[in-house]
């Protein structure tokens, strides 16, 4: 399906894996041209390079901390030069290194104003730089990625960045959407990235369980056939990217394969 995003200039936080990296190689399929930013210098240009391989797009890497001002600010305006101008956001970068205790018990004030420095400022900041290109155009896109943890409870610091995600997507759709800028939010579940799927392998092995069953156990309770690839989300993405998704504005829409029974309206 043509998205009509061909020539259309992206930018993408979160770029060099797993769901940022799959938005960006299919926007590049769509014929838009990107600019990725990630911490890490060498998997970050490897991922432009493979991207621009497989559709023949321009990609452009830039190291980048979405957390900090001054960097994000010398991110997009370079974006801007390098692409001639931006028209979609797609926010995804945040980082946890390792497991991070989410009861009250273990979780600190450091691990919790991280979480939010990462996701709810870096995203803010990351629109607030991107803003004036979109609006100079009359046209743009940003998509906020989430997360399922702000629709369940039992993870403290997960849980409510992904809820201010959600405020934040609405509070940028009502000040930008006169511009012609749409923002809108998705929450994966447990996706089948890089990561989850080496931290999947390990308790595979080490249960004697397949993939699909662990993703299945209580708790997964996904309703679909098969686990969510990073692929299945970013094809949402890429729609809500495009002038396609024009009468859906300041929502959050579930990607997380079904999870759950409950039911939200």
């Excluded at 369940?152 to 009502?174: C, H, I, P």
Aim: a neutral charge; proline letters at 4%.
């Amino acid at each position: 399906m043509d998205m009509e995003l061909k020539g259309k200039r992206a930018v993408v936080t979160g770029g060099s894996r797993g769901i940022g990296k799959a938005v960006a190689r299919l926007l590049g399929a769509q014929g838009a041209d990107c600019a990725i930013c990630a911490r890490n210098e060498a998997p970050l240009v490897q991922a432009a390079r493979e991207l621009a391989d497989a559709n023949g797009t321009r990609v452009f890497p830039f190291v980048a901390d979405t957390s900090d001002e001054k960097s994000v600010s010398e991110f997009i305006e370079s974006a801007a030069s390098a692409l001639g101008g931006i028209d979609i956001l797609v926010n995804g970068a945040a980082r946890r290194s390792g497991p991070v205790p989410e009861d009250l018990e273990h979780m600190t004030p450091q691990i919790m104003a991280e979480d939010f420095r990462e996701k709810v400022i870096g995203y803010f900041l990351c629109a607030k730089e991107a803003a004036p290109h979109l609006k100079a155009n009359g046209w743009g896109r940003i998509v906020n990625i989430g997360g399922m943890a702000g629709r369940t409870g039992g993870a403290l610091s997960a849980g409510a960045r992904n809820v201010a995600v959600v405020n934040l997507t609405k509070g940028l759709a009502l000040e930008l959407g006169p511009h012609g800028v749409n923002v809108n939010a998705v929450h994966p579940g447990r996706t089948l990235t890089e990561n989850v799927r080496a931290e999947l392998e390990a308790q595979s092995q080490k249960q004697g369980k397949s993939i699909e069953e662990l993703l299945r156990q209580p708790g997964a309770a996904l309703s679909v056939i098969r686990p969510v690839t990073a692929d299945d989300v970013a094809q949402v993405i890429v729609f809500l990217a495009s002038p396609a998704s024009f009468a859906i504005n300041g929502q959050v829409i579930d990607v997380s394969g079904g999870l759950g029974r409950t039911v939200f309206y």
